[in-house]
Nanobody, 120 residues
């Protein structure tokens, strides 16, 4: 089985920083794109940032200039460094990993989410 586990969420004051981590484990044959999404109460899940296996990155407009996505291919891990956090960044952050597991077809696997709350 594939497990995708996020960590690093928490409560932070406006202007503060957090670093989220997401590790995929299991009999992973090959990892493709990895990404971070978020969902605030009453809103749809939205892309925050994504990164390809060759480290080409994409950011939502709201994340540009404040968030940085990176990955460690050897560890099947993706990170999201979030700086200058704002109350509007409050949401549950989910990690998505697109991969081939053992003999199964390539598909997306999601983590359970980690809560980020930005409040004074």
């Amino acid at each position: 089985q594939v497990q995708v586990v996020e960590s690093g969420g928490g409560l932070v004051q406006p202007g503060g920083s957090l670093r989220l981590s997401c590790a995929a484990s299991g009999s992973i044959f090959r990892m493709y794109d990895m990404g971070w999404y978020r969902q605030a109460p009453g809103k749809e899940r939205e892309l925050v940032a994504s990164i390809t296996s060759s480290s080409v990155t994409t950011y939502a407009d709201s994340a540009k200039g404040r968030f940085t996505i990176s990955r460690d291919n050897a560890k099947n891990t993706v990170y999201l460094q979030m700086n200058n956090l704002k109350p509007d960044d409050t949401a549950t952050y989910y990690c998505k990993a697109n991969l081939v597991y053992y003999l199964a077809p390539q598909r997306d696997y999601w983590g359970q989410g980690t809560q980020v709350t930005v409040s004074s």
